[in-house]
C-alpha cells in the first residue's frame, strides 16, 4: 500500500447614547467643528447603503451589513493597503509596524460610495471598502465559516450517492479535478478509480493535487503487515478509529492511500466522519466538547526497529477549533499514540469519560482518518 502525505491543501450597535453623542447628517460638514473627535456619529442612508459609524479617542465603531465591528485606529494604519505601505506583487506589509504610534488618530474620516477614506496626521490617506472591513473585523470573522462542510453517517453518505472520479479524466481534464476536489472539501474523503496499481502512477496523482510532504517515513512508502516499522499498522491487527501522525507538531493534511494487492481475507477500511461525531458531542454534551477543545495532550511515537530509531512528540486537544468562531478543523485522536504517562488532565476519569463519549458516539461508515485528511483511491 502506496502512502502519501501532504500538507494541508477555508444587529445592533452597542449604547447608542453612551457618552456625548451628536448626530449629524453627511452633507452637513460645518458641524464637525461643533464636537470633540471622540463621540461623533455619522449616518449614511440610501436604498443601496445603509452605514453608521463613530469615532472614539482609541478605536472606530461601524456599523454595516447588519454587523457592528470595532478597530483600533493603530490596526487600521497597519492594513493600510495603498502602494507605499503594501506590497501587492508579493502581498506583504511595506509599512513598518513599530514606526507606527500606537495612539494615533485619524485627522479626518470621510465617506465616498462603499469606501470610507482615513487621513492620518502626517497626511497619508487611507481607503478601506466597506466589504473589505467587513470580511477582516474580528465581528465579522465570528459569522463566517472558513469551510463548508457536509457531515455524514453511513446512511448519509450512501444517499448522498457521491460518484468517484475516473483516473484519467482526474488527471487530465479541469472538470475531473474540480469535481474530485468538491468532493473532498464538501465530505472530507473523495475516491479515484481506475488508477494503475504502480508507485508511478500514484504520485502523478498525489502530485496532481500538491506537493509531496517529507516525513520519517519518507515521500512515499510501501507497508504491509511485516513489522517492518514499529507501528501498528505494520501487523495483522485491527485498527481502531482513530487520526494518523498526531505525534507530528503538525498533522498531514491529506493522505493518499492506494492499495496495490490484495490476498486473501480480511483489511477492510472503517470510514468514520470525525466532524459528525464531534458535533454530536457538542449537542449532547458541550461541556464535554468544550474539554476536548481546550486540554492539550501528548501524543508520542516512539520507534526502534531495525535501522529505525525515531522518537517524536506532538501536542494539541483532540479538537482543535478556530478561536474567533468555534469551527472545528482538525482531529488529533489515536489511543495508541496519547502519551500514557503524562496527561496533564485536571482529572483521569473525566478526561477518560470525555474521550468515551467522543468514541462512544454511533459510528456507520466504511477509515479511521479525520475529515480533511483523506482520501482513498481505488
Known amino acids: 500500500m502506496w502512502c502519501?502525505?501532504?500538507?494541508h491543501l477555508q444587529s445592533r450597535l452597542q449604547d447608542l447614547l453612551r457618552g456625548r453623542v451628536t448626530c449629524w447628517a453627511l452633507q452637513q460638514p460645518n458641524f464637525k467643528s461643533l464636537f470633540p473627535l471622540a463621540i461623533h456619529w455619522h449616518h449614511t442612508?440610501?436604498?443601496?447603503?445603509?452605514?453608521?459609524?463613530?469615532?472614539?479617542?482609541d478605536h472606530f465603531e461601524l456599523q454595516y451589513a447588519n454587523t457592528v465591528m470595532r478597530f483600533d485606529y493603530v490596526w487600521l494604519r497597519d492594513h493600510c493597503l495603498s502602494a507605499s505601505c503594501y506590497n501587492s506583487k508579493t502581498h506583504q506589509r511595506s509599512?513598518?509596524?513599530?514606526?507606527?504610534?500606537?495612539?494615533?488618530?485619524?485627522?479626518?474620516i470621510r465617506l465616498d460610495e462603499t469606501t470610507l477614506f482615513f487621513t492620518w496626521p502626517d497626511g497619508h490617506v487611507t481607503r478601506y471598502d466597506l466589504d473589505w472591513l467587513v470580511k477582516n473585523s474580528y465581528?465579522?470573522?465570528k459569522q463566517k465559516v472558513i469551510q463548508p462542510r457536509i457531515l455524514w453517517n453511513a446512511e448519509i453518505y450512501q444517499q448522498a450517492q457521491v460518484p468517484s472520479v475516473d483516473f484519467q479524466s482526474f488527471l487530465e481534464t479541469k472538470e475531473g479535478l474540480k469535481n474530485f476536489l468538491q468532493n473532498f472539501l464538501l465530505y472530507g474523503i473523495a475516491f479515484v478509480e481506475n488508477v494503475p496499481p504502480t508507485q508511478e502512477h500514484t504520485e502523478k496523482l498525489a502530485e496532481r493535487i500538491?506537493?509531496?510532504?517529507?516525513?520519517?517515513?519518507?515521500?512515499?512508502?510501501?507497508?504491509?503487515?511485516?513489522?517492518?516499522?514499529?507501528?501498528?499498522?505494520?501487523?495483522?491487527l485491527a485498527l481502531d478509529r482513530h487520526t494518523d501522525t498526531t505525534y507530528f507538531q503538525e498533522p498531514c493534511g491529506i493522505q493518499v492511500f492506494h492499495c496495490l494487492k490484495h490476498e486473501g481475507?480480511?483489511?477492510?477500511?472503517?470510514?468514520?466522519?470525525?466532524?459528525?461525531?464531534?458535533?454530536?458531542?457538542?449537542?449532547?454534551?458541550?461541556?464535554?466538547?468544550?474539554?476536548?477543545?481546550?486540554?492539550?495532550?501528548?501524543?508520542?511515537?516512539?520507534?526502534?526497529?531495525?535501522?529505525?530509531h525515531n522518537h517524536m512528540i506532538g501536542v494539541g486537544p483532540v479538537l482543535n477549533i478556530y478561536p474567533w468562531n468555534k469551527e472545528l478543523y482538525?482531529?488529533?485522536f489515536s489511543k495508541r499514540k496519547q502519551n500514557m504517562v503524562n496527561r496533564q488532565w485536571s482529572s483521569s476519569l473525566k478526561s477518560y469519560s470525555h474521550e468515551r463519549t467522543l468514541l462512544l458516539l454511533p459510528h456507520h461508515g466504511t477509515s479511521n482518518k479525520h475529515r480533511e485528511s483523506l482520501y482513498k483511491i481505488a
Not at 502519501?4 to 500538507?7: D, G, K, N, V
Open 210 to 236: 500538491s506537493l509531496i510532504r517529507e516525513t520519517i517515513y519518507g515521500r512515499m512508502w510501501y507497508f504491509t503487515s511485516d513489522f517492518s516499522r514499529g507501528d501498528t499498522a505494520y501487523t495483522k
Open 4 to 7: 502519501r502525505r501532504l500538507s
Open 265 to 308: 481475507t480480511g483489511g477492510r477500511t472503517l470510514l468514520v466522519d470525525g466532524f459528525y461525531a464531534a458535533g454530536q458531542v457538542l449537542q449532547k454534551a458541550p461541556e464535554e466538547f468544550e474539554l476536548l477543545s481546550k486540554v492539550p495532550l501528548k501524543h508520542e511515537y516512539i520507534e526502534n526497529v531495525g535501522e529505525c
Open 95 to 108: 509599512l513598518d509596524t513599530a514606526s507606527v504610534d500606537l495612539c494615533i488618530q485619524p485627522k479626518t
Open 139 to 141: 465581528e465579522g470573522q
Open 45 to 57: 442612508a440610501s436604498k443601496s447603503l445603509n452605514c453608521v459609524w463613530q469615532q472614539h479617542e
Open 330 to 332: 482538525m482531529i488529533r
